[in-house]
């Protein structure tokens, strides 16, 4: 639902859309509320990759810009919940959050997914309440463990109430009462839902992507492990905007990333739209990556790669705020989950083949990994951390340009432009 009232990004001064930003010492525009932010934003995602601009520091922190992108954004357009391996068999259930609507995932008797509210039409419990229950599992019904309201979970029926105890003496449509459904996708074994009733379906939005993503077969794959970061004292979008260049390799992972897959020889596609992708290929004389205690990291290979998926690493993007790395053994996907204007939660999930699951080292490789990755998200956090410190000052504008390894930011500037002030991208 598109807020009522705000002022159109081009009723803001003429001057935000002509020529470079001014570089004086000290200088800031007039503040001019969310319309000049808004503005700034359509001019900065107007601008060709080669004058490319990173956003006004108070797209980072301003609490109207982080309550439009609630409304316009996470909760509207398309976002990523989980794989379908985490609701594999009938019954099978995923509790989710997007942006604090409670969700459930489902899987019913004829294999149909759903997504259900959480919340119990009765006196609005959760009825999935983290205090008493598995993020993942198995049930037959929804029953709110407040006064025992039942919901069907089967085909057409999902989230119809099933049973309500002792309410036969009040005036009650049983059959009107059900748990509110939310559009749902399966996109390349990754669940996706949108609470825009009229969105557009996802698929062919991300068309450009398929053949990238088709040689690793994620729907195939299994999930490894899940971790999080909770209340990373950023913007998500500072996280997302790091999580999609390599052009930070050479810094902030010199001694770790940038020794295997170096930023300089990533191979950016010049992709369109809500999707990105990129290559990088292994460094020619790299060490293998090992864990604390010397065990190799690399686990059982995706079957049917190809010589080029075998060679490096694919990133792919989908806005709003996903980020897969796609390796020959594994697929991580990261997805950052705003929670305030300067917070946020980064959730990771790693997937894997079916068979490294039957392997006797499993378990020590999924200790392993997750070892890797803590250093990888603590070097991650300088940065993120040290921006955000940066943006809280309120600083001039940038008087610097996008590396041509940063096009997917500039790409994320135009959908943002898209999708919270109405302006097609690359509109001047």
């Not at 999935?128 to 993942?136: C, H, K």
């Not at 260049?245 to 950016?268: C, F, Q, W």
């Not at 080029?308 to 690493?313: A, I, N, T």
């Not at 705020?321 to 790693?350: E, I, Q, Y």
């Amino acid at each position: 639902m598109l807020h009522d009232g705000i002022s159109s990004p081009h009723d803001g001064p003429s001057s935000l859309h002509d020529g470079p930003s001014p570089l004086h010492d000290g200088f800031r525009p007039p503040d001019g509320g969310l319309p000049a932010l808004l503005g700034e934003l359509t001019r900065i995602a107007g601008l060709p990759l080669e004058r490319g601009e990173t956003l006004p520091a108070r797209a980072y922190t301003s609490e109207d810009f982080h309550r439009l992108e609630r409304d316009r954004v996470f909760g509207s357009d398309w976002v990523c919940v989980g794989h379908v391996d985490q609701v594999a068999r009938p019954g099978d259930y995923l509790r989710t959050d997007v942006l604090g609507t409670p969700l459930v995932i489902t899987r019913d008797e004829t294999g149909e997914l759903h997504a259900l509210s959480r919340v119990c039409r009765h006196r609005f419990m959760d009825v999935l309440p983290a205090e008493t229950t598995p993020d993942q599992g198995s049930l037959k019904r929804l029953t709110c463990p407040y006064h025992t309201w039942t919901y069907r979970l089967n085909g057409e029926f999902a989230g119809r109430l099933a049973g309500a105890p002792l309410m036969n003496k009040v005036d009650f449509d049983r059959a009107a009462c059900r748990l509110p459904r939310y559009r749902l996708e399966v996109w390349h074994g990754l669940l996706m839902v949108s609470g825009d009733p009229d969105a557009p379906p996802l698929g062919p939005q991300l068309a450009d992507l398929d053949a990238t993503l088709a040689p690793y077969r994620l729907a195939d794959l299994v999930v490894a492990y899940t971790e999080r970061w909770d209340g990373v004292p950023a913007n998500w979008k500072v996280a997302f905007e790091n999580g999609s260049e390599n052009y930070h390799h050479m810094g902030s992972h010199a001694d770790t990333l940038e020794r295997i897959l170096p930023g300089k020889d990533t191979v950016v596609d010049e992709c369109e739209g809500r999707g990105f992708s990129m290559y990088t290929p292994f460094a020619p004389d790299m060490e293998m990556p090992r864990g604390p205690d010397g065990m190799d990291l690399v686990g059982t290979l995706i079957p049917g790669l190809g010589m080029r998926q075998l060679s490096g690493m694919t990133v792919a993007g989908v806005f709003p705020n996903m980020v897969l790395a796609l390796l020959p053994d594994s697929v991580t996907f990261v997805r950052w989950v705003p929670t305030g204007p300067a917070t946020h939660d980064a959730l990771v999930t790693v997937l894997v083949p079916a068979q490294a699951r039957q392997r006797p080292d499993f378990d020590a490789y999924v200790t392993a990994s997750k070892e890797q990755f803590k250093v990888i998200q603590a070097e991650d956090l300088v940065a993120i951390r040290g921006v955000q410190r940066g943006l809280a000052t309120d600083p001039a504008p940038s008087g610097g340009r996008f590396s041509h390894l940063e096009r997917p930011l500039w790409q994320f500037q135009r959908y943002l432009a898209e999708r919270l002030a109405g302006v097609g991208a690359g509109a001047p």
